[in-house]
């Protein structure tokens, strides 16, 4: 007996980004699932390509410069690569999808009010009158606990905390009560004490909707504390997908263990930090193999070749020759 399907079905996902210097494969070949009421932890270092499969789910590519050249998106069941793009944005952008940007003061415009920023989505999408879009804005602000909001909805970006303006971010996001959220790195520019506070009012918010959650981070702490799986992505590819818990416990791609292996360990004070050797190949120009296979401990003459994607425990799956065997 199969389960549900899932909110979110990725398959093959291809997208390129035309530069004059070559074709960057910002994400080459991804498969990812999303299910109701999930959240997804994709992971990987800087320019891995997680925040490029994130924009392609919403088709917010370069204009001119990005394009999904192959694979398939799918939300609940409807395929959204061959949506008309004013379909998509009246349909889907900020109504089914949303999403919450890396840098709340570059996503938030400098000289509109708050109010008419967080209204904006509810007269969009909703089709409110200013009057109800703006008592809609309130309630929003009070769910991701902005004091005295009907106060505060004609003040500016600038007049609010680093941890208030990612939650006004958060709401603009929520406002419509989507089916899937993408947070991109929503912890990065927070002290310790708010970015708790982030991860608790994200966990709160799914309990209330329901909605799915792709988390997309390099903090494996964030992921760990938030994540029901863990996608491991790297050079434009996923290498590793699992249940939080058995991917932390028992990493199967090498990738994954040397990330692991670099997180400072507590009571480790005076041990050396341990760091990867090497940096990511190119994506104009990637290796036909593994492309992890120069940073590798574990190469083999089989790495020059790309290995099969294969399940190494429930739900747990890795592209490696060698996998969970160890350095």
């Not at 699932?33 to 924009?55: A, F, I, N, P």
């Not at 009057?131 to 003040?155: W, Y």
Request: aromatic letters at 4%; one cysteine or more.
């Amino acid at each position: 007996m199969t389960g549900p399907a899932p909110l979110l079905a990725i398959e093959g996902l291809k997208t390129h980004i035309h530069l004059k210097r070559g074709v960057v494969r910002a994400v080459d070949g991804v498969d990812l699932t999303v299910g109701e009421g999930e959240t997804l932890g994709l992971v990987g270092e800087s320019g891995s390509g997680k925040s490029m499969t994130g924009l392609s789910i919403l088709r917010l590519l370069p204009k001119g410069a990005g394009q999904i050249v192959a694979g398939s998106i799918r939300l609940d069941g409807e395929e959204l690569t061959t949506l008309p793009e004013k379909v998509l944005a009246r349909d889907v952008r900020g109504r089914r999808i949303a999403m919450i940007a890396q840098d709340p003061m570059t996503s938030l415009n400098p000289v509109f009010s708050i109010g008419d920023q967080v209204s904006g989505p509810f007269r969009y999408h909703g089709g409110l009158p200013r009057t109800e879009a703006r008592a809609a804005a309130v309630d929003v602000l009070q769910r991701v606990r902005i004091p005295s909001p009907e106060e505060r909805l004609g003040h500016y970006p600038h007049q609010f905390s680093g941890g208030q303006r990612q939650r006004i971010v958060t709401a603009m996001a929520i406002g419509r009560g989507p089916r899937l959220l993408i947070a991109d790195e929503p912890t990065t520019a927070l002290d310790v004490t708010i970015q708790a506070q982030m991860i608790a009012l994200l966990r709160r918010l799914q309990d209330e909707t329901g909605a799915g959650i792709i988390l997309i981070t390099h903090d494996l702490g964030v992921a760990a504390s938030l994540c029901n799986r863990i996608a491991v992505m790297y050079a434009g590819r996923i290498v590793e997908t699992g249940p939080v818990r058995e991917v932390f416990r028992n990493p199967a791609h090498p990738y994954t263990r040397a990330l692991l292996d670099a997180i400072p360990k507590i009571g480790s004070r005076g041990r050396r930090l341990v760091a990867i050797p090497g940096q990511p190949p190119s994506l104009i120009d990637p290796p036909a193999g593994c492309r992890f296979a120069a940073r590798c401990p574990l190469k083999v003459a089989a790495c020059e070749q790309y290995p099969d994607t294969t399940a190494v425990g429930p739900g747990h799956t890795v592209a490696c020759w060698r996998s969970g065997e160890a350095a």
